[in-house]
């Protein structure tokens, strides 16, 4: 993609939970995402992602700093940005239909029901999920629930979809397949998306540019372009040398930086 206009502007952000003398969870973090573009922020566990998540949608309030999307300040949720949350089980409606689902987060926008239901078509196609419209999220796999969450979020349009470890409570061979639907419908979508994870091959499988956390209170200790062109593969791109060479990269900032064995999974 050849824009380089800036989506999200993150500057100086900080949070401290429970006031002055409260948990300090991050730490002036100074970041953008380009329009366009898959950053993944890796960081060992605790060590305050989610708690930048919520302050980028703003679901918190943060103590210090600013986020802008394509210009903006944050103040309470924007509506042209939708999160993906790590637990499908609690972030799916269990009395609504998997298409009621998706249609859910489009009844405030002012689309009629026709095309909310078009969108909400088009999204599950887009996930293979259109067989499993009239379904309760309940009847469907791990994996299927957190592709009605993607296709939920994809409904909205988002400007930006952001992703907490979204990934993460599935097992390795749907976690790639999810992995591959998620570099599909970026470029369908031509999506910006900003993901959080503790997985460095993930976060390396997945980016145009990874970011690494420090552990908590976080900071970005790194900033990695990951070349390894817009074609990926599970088998081919891991054992490429730039994948390896990366990993070893991000793997030792995480160790240097937590002192702990880095998280690297499946
Ligand atoms: N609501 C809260 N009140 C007080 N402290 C909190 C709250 N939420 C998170 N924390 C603390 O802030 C720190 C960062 O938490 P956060 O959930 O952002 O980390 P994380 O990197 O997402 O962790 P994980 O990898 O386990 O998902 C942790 O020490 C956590 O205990
Ligand atoms: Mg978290």
Redesign the pocket.
Known sequence: MSETTTMLDVSGLGHR??GAHG?V?IDDLTFQVRTGELACIV?P???????LLRAISGLISASTGEVRLHGDPVRGVPSDLAVVFQDYSRSLFPWLSVRSNVEFPLRSRGLSKAERRARADEVLEWVGLSAAARKYPWQLSGGMQQRVSIARALACRPALLLMD?PFASVDAQTRFELEDLLLRVRKQFDSTVLLVT?DIDESIYLADRVLVLSK?PASIVADLEVDLGEDRDQITTRESDTFIHLRSEVARLLEVRTGTPAAVES
């Open positions: 939970y429970g948990h969870a960081g566990s605790g060590c305050g992602k989610s708690t470890e503790h908590s």
